[in-house]
């Protein structure tokens, strides 16, 4: 797995969109991207981020339950956004098609990846979101 290359705090609710649009700038072309976090520590607030900035109008939420949401972007292309909470194993990542979403050039992003780590290509991005004392956020 690749690493983020700079670290990027969010001290604030009023800093998602900043914070959102740094991301975007350091992964650059990077289309797969696993979420590392405790649960609240903001992964789906986060892609509620990066989809608004990317120009996404539907509905952002957890795909807790579907396992994989795709939204559309403005040119057409899509991002997929993968909750893999509830996965029993990693042969249900497998059933939805996973290398499909994968390999087919769009945003995946992705949260809960230690779910399926042993499925994932060796250059998706692993992306830490850590809660600090202050309520703020570091990703790293």
Known sequence: MKHLEREIFIRST???ERAARDFLAVIGAQRLVAFYAP????KTTFTTALCKVLGVEDPVCSPTFTLVNE??????????????????????????????????????????????????????????????????????
């Open 71 to 140: 939204y559309r972007l403005p040119d057409g292309d899509s991002v997929f956004h993968f909750d893999f909470y509830r996965l029993r194993n990693a042969a249900e990542a497998l059933d939805i098609g996973l290398y499909d979403y994968l390999d087919s050039g769009s945003l995946c992003l992705m949260e809960w990846p230690e779910n399926i780590e042993g499925l994932l290509p060796d250059d998706t991005l692993a992306v830490r979101i850590e809660v600090l004392p202050d309520g703020s956020r570091r990703l790293f």
């Open 14 to 16: 009023d800093e998602l």
């Open 39 to 42: 649960m609240g520590a903001g």
